[in-house]
């Protein structure tokens, strides 16, 4: 469920028409709507009420600050990846007690902000990245919280590229590797071993993938247990799927009954860090029909928006539903919806049945809140676009469209030229 909606024949966004917005603001622009991002948050944290939790909303997949207020204004921590997303996350003021970092590659200075910063937890993805962690938290005089963030060989029957808990791909630890980890960081001075992580992919439309990885980490920390490492945080990473299209995902209270069911014995702490989840179908992408073209075999509507903007089509072959923002085109059509970049690869849709849209009709992308404007880039010198948050009848600019100064922003001509 999500707040955006017709009346009549006009799509809103709460109360506001989108219209009204694109009016202001301009095209393309990033819309979010602040009712379906705390509904989903919510609906999240609520799934697992009867226990101990942190929902630490993954920065990535949308990381504006008026984001990130909204769910640290919920109790929400976060999950980040970089130290640029610590940044952010304390911008919007985080309680730093609330926020877990993962990642394959983080850097000294990464590590030294974050232990300054005293976070919760490092999810710790490689033998020596635990060694480097330990070295700087003892010369910081500091101790690091760490989880392993275990590789559990599960196949979460997702997109490829967001598949992250099989072997082959390059996060977490492998099990073997990852016990004997657990007993030398024990032994590390900088080191004080608190939880256990996974994060097995993203898109995930069963649970099943999420139980079948608790079960093999469930076995590791009896064990560990049993040779006096004791866990206290149990971080079931992000993942949960959203509706694009016909896909089903469970809702977040039928995920939570079965990962309550699988961990509550154990009596930890549960740690959380969805993204997608939470603000995907909370933000859509408005854009303009500049150009149509007919050819004997195909169809195109060109628009102010493309691969730069909502790389997400052209990167994995995403759908994402189109919506007129006003409905008065003459019929359907089947097209591509492509955008100004000169490259192939540039649409938004692809051979799909669209509404016939004509020369300055708006259009709606769908559930672009997750890895849309966060993914956005300025390729093709395109200043990045504007986003927009609503709440009620009203609407503010929570991020500037960026000027063609902003482009060549850092830019210098070399003293040689
Ligand atoms: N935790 C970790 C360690 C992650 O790597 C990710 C996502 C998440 C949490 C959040 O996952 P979510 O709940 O959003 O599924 N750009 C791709 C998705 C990449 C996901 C990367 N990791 C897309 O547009 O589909």
């Known amino acids: 469920m999500n707040h955006f909606q017709y009346k009549g024949n006009e799509l809103y966004a709460e109360e506001v028409a989108i219209r009204e917005i694109v009016a202001k603001v301009g095209s393309p ?38 984001v990130l207020k909204t769910f640290i204004n919920l109790g929400g921590g976060v999950d980040i990846v970089s130290g640029g997303e610590l940044f952010r996350a304390l911008k919007a003021g985080v309680d730093p007690r ?17 232990l300054n910063s005293g976070i919760l937890m490092f999810n710790v993805e490689s033998e020596q990245e635990l060694t480097r962690i330990s070295e700087i938290a003892s010369r910081l005089g500091k101790k690091a ?42 032994t590390l001075p900088g080191i004080e071993v608190i939880g256990i992580d996974m994060h097995i992919g993203s898109q995930l439309t ?10 093999k980490l469930k ?9 006096g490492i004791d866990l206290r945080y149990f971080d079931c990473g992000g993942g949960l799927g959203i509706q694009y299209n016909t896909e089903e995902p469970p809702l977040p209270a039928d995920y939570g009954k079965e990962i309550v069911a699988a961990t509550k014995d154990l009596g930890m702490h549960l740690v959380f860090e969805p ?30 928006a493309g691969m730069n903007d909502l790389a997400r089509p052209a990167l994995y072959g995403s759908f994402h539903g189109v919506q007129p923002v006003v409905k008065d085109q003459d019929g359907m059509v089947v097209a591509d919806i492509v ?10 849709v692809k051979d799909r049945e669209v509404p016939m849209f004509k020369q300055g009709d708006q259009m709606a992308f769908m559930s672009a809140g997750a890895y849309g404007f966060a993914m ?41 030229l």
């Open 29 to 66: 622009v990033y819309i979010y709507s602040q009712a379906t991002l705390e509904r989903h948050f919510r609906s999240f944290d609520e799934a697992f009420a009867a226990v101990p939790h942190t929902v630490c909303y993954s920065v990535k997949a949308n990381s504006n600050l008026a």
């Open 98 to 114: 609330k926020v877990v970092y993962s990642g394959v590659g983080k850097r000294d200075d990464e590590i030294e902000y974050a």
């Open 145 to 186: 919280g760490i989880a392993i963030r275990v590789n559990p060989d599960v196949d979460p029957q997702t997109h490829p590229y967001i598949t992250t808990g099989l072997k082959n791909a390059k996060f977490g630890i492998t099990i073997d590797r990852a016990m004997a980890e657990y007993a030398r960081a024990k």
């Open 206 to 215: 069963k649970v099943n993938p999420f139980v079948d990885s608790i079960e």
């Open 219 to 227: 076995v590791m920390i009896g064990t560990l247990r049993s040779q």
């Open 275 to 304: 993204g997608r989840n939470i603000v995907g179908n909370a933000g859509i992408l408005v854009a303009t029909c500049l150009y149509t073209k007919e050819r004997d075999e195909k169809n195109f509507i060109m628009i102010d």
């Open 339 to 348: 955008g100004p970049i000169c490259e192939s690869g540039d649409f938004l």
């Open 376 to 416: 956005s880039s300025s390729y093709n010198s395109r200043p990045r676009v504007a986003e927009v948050m609503v709440k009620g009848d009203r609407f503010e600019v929570i991020r500037e469209r960026e000027t063609v100064e902003d482009l060549i922003k850092g830019e210098r001509l070399p003293s040689f």
